[in-house]
């Protein structure tokens, strides 16, 4: 359609321009960004105990060295320093494709200011998990801090009020509550957890408190309803990242004995030393030595480990690790998290590698 009269051109090239200026507008005051991962690569364990003696495993490997996942992050802009934010964040298997629950990480909704620090509701990763992975020299992979824990620092929170601060002077700090109690009785299910980090130059440390109770409110499982408690930090020298940390895990006397803690141990002393080194800007080699000691008969287990992580490019990395794990007697801790378990008192080796691209 051709517009001749004046007026009409000035009025749409106007409304034009206003849309055009809203738009731009609208796009800087709130975004929704997809982003993820995807890891694959292949996992061989020996001496497994079985009926029949011991037997090895050469199997797909998904998620050894990070789990695959994708999610979205929004945020809209609010003015003052403030902003409205959003985050989804499902995990899953790459060999089957599936995952225990969509957004079985994040599903939170909250308000972030640049004065007051970020305060989030929703499903959201334990404060264990994320504070652990940065005093691990191995990153929290399955031969790492979290191996000789069973899951125990692993994992999300559900219905969580999670609480990040600025960063004051190098200090900072993190809460977080899981509201699962039911009526009449508040500590049911009830989950509480609080950091401290402190941050100066090349050296870094962190302190940190998680509590998880069962559903009677009881601390009665040394893995899944206990008192976590983890100290730990870094130094970095030029190329060279050294690392250290102590956890402590305690339950109550009513202590129920399982497959990960078949003595009914009531507490776990875990320690921990390791060095990352930056070989090249895309090779950096890694490696902890682990060591984890159970009380009522619970024995102990030392792990060792060592690994590679090459960055062809910002986006994907090839990985290798390898470790072996010594149990004392009693002890059946596996060389993998999750993975297979020795015979009682017996060592296992294990290796895995793959490629892990982010997207």
Known sequence: MRIKNPSQRIAIAAAAALLAATSGLAA?????????????????????????????????????WGTSMWGLKGSEDLGGGLSAVMNLENGFNSGSGSSDALFNR????????????TLLLGRAMGIPDGETW???????????????????????????ITYNSPTWGGFSFRAQAGLNGTAGHFNAGRQLAGAMAYQNGPLMLKAFYEEIR???????????????????????????KLFGGYSRIQSGGATTADADNPSGATRQQTYWLGANYQVTPALTLIGGAYRANRNQGGGNGTLLTVGANYYFSKRTLLYGTIGTVMNGSNASFSVEAGGGKPAPGSGQQGVYTGIMHWF
């Open 28 to 64: 800087a005051q709130s975004s929704v960004t997809l982003y993820g991962r995807v890891g694959g690569g292949i996992d061989y364990t020996n001496k497994i105990a079985t009926a029949n003696g011991t037997a090895s495993n050469l199997q797909y490997g998904g998620n050894q």
């Open 106 to 117: 994040f599903a939170v909704v909250g308000l972030s200011s640049t004065t007051y620090g």
């Open 134 to 160: 940065s005093i691990d020299p191995m990153g929290l992979q399955n031969m790492g801090a979290e191996t000789l824990q069973a899951n125990r620092t692993w994992g999300s929170r559900q219905k969580a």
């Open 214 to 240: 069962d559903t009677n409110g009881e601390f009665t499982n040394l893995y899944t309803a206990s008192r976590l408690f983890t100290a730990g930090g870094t130094y970095q020298i030029g190329d060279v």
